[in-house]
């Protein structure tokens, strides 16, 4: 099963991290959290991995229609983003929203997910054409 979607650009870690933030901006997607993975596993098992950042991106008005549906759906927001470096490029992966109808089996969630996909889908392009 693929749960996400990846695009590549050169953009250097840093760039790509705002730029990523900017296309989720377009999206109608804030961030409400951020985890520096690199950092965490850096200080609490002194280890060293590439930048690696994962942004919880929540559309408000999305996130509000799917808890209106289920409010254990909250269980599987917000969509995650990840910013990792792979050698000479950046990834930029995003959770597919279907994962949110696929594990409660709620077809009433299914117009949700398709918008956060497009808009998710969207955002990962405009980062890809940086």
Do not use: W
């Not at 229609?65 to 927001?77: F, P, Q, T, Y």
């Amino acid at each position: 099963m693929t749960y996400g979607s990846t695009v590549t650009t050169r953009l250097g870690f840093e760039d790509a991290v705002e730029r990523t933030r900017s296309a989720l901006a377009e999206q109608g997607f804030g961030v409400l959290t951020e985890i520096d993975v690199r950092a965490t596993l850096k200080t609490k098992l002194n280890l060293d991995i590439e930048p690696y950042l994962i942004l919880g991106a929540c559309n408000p008005q999305l996130a509000h229609r799917a808890l209106e549906v289920d409010r254990s759906i909250g269980l599987l927001l917000p969509c995650n983003v990840v910013v990792r470096r792979e050698g000479d490029r950046t990834l930029v992966q995003a959770l597919d929203p279907q994962v949110m109808v696929s594990l409660p089996g709620l077809p009433e969630l299914q117009p949700v997910a398709d918008d956060a996909g497009r808009r998710l889908a969207a955002a990962l392009q405009a980062v890809a054409a940086s």
